[in-house]
């Protein structure tokens, strides 16, 4: 059986990126998109990663085009998106698809692991799964449940 920590994704820049280098860490996976009415999470999620970053909590973003065509452009469109416009620091990835046959192993595993209420599919842009240090994973979010409900769950995970 496949495990988190046995997985990986290629970066933004086309960086390929194992999972296990975030062993011992807390991971919240992130699909994300840059048209989106949930899109402004981005500034949420920033302040959560510096917030509680230095006690193991990374954040790893994967931008998808699969609900309403809101990642359109490329890795460039992308990143200025991210990191100029919302000012993210933590790891993003190429786009990717998160349902169907061509599904991203990460979202696959995830989602078998972590059902959610559409018997393991994604709903919409902004779902949020979090996995513990130990590579197993502990909670999915809906793309509705915002960095700033989510971080009493994230504290008690990190065990600050």
Not at 8 to 32: E, P, Y
Not at 48 to 63: D, E, M, N, S
Not at 114 to 143: E, S, V
Request: net charge positive; glycine share 10%.
């Amino acid at each position: 059986m496949t495990s988190f920590h046995q997985l990986a994704a290629t970066s933004l820049s086309g960086q390929r990126i194992a999972m296990d280098d975030f062993a011992g860490k807390l991971v919240l996976v992130v699909n994300t998109a840059s048209h989106c009415g949930f899109t402004p999470q981005y500034a949420g999620l920033e302040t959560l990663y510096k917030k509680h970053y230095a006690h193991g909590l990374v954040i790893l973003g994967f931008p998808c085009n699969q609900f309403g065509k809101q990642e359109p452009g490329g890795a460039d469109e992308i990143a200025q998106t991210c990191h100029i416009n919302y000012g993210v620091s933590f790891p993003m990835f190429e786009k990717v698809e998160v349902n169907g046959t061509a599904a991203h192993p990460v979202f696959r595993y995830l989602k078998r692991e972590l059902p959610g209420l559409l018997g393991g599919r994604i709903m919409w842009n902004f779902t949020k799964f979090l996995i513990g240090r130990d590579g197993i994973p502990l909670k999915r979010f809906a793309p509705i449940s915002t960095p700033e409900k989510m971080e009493a769950v994230i504290i008690a995970a990190l065990k600050v």
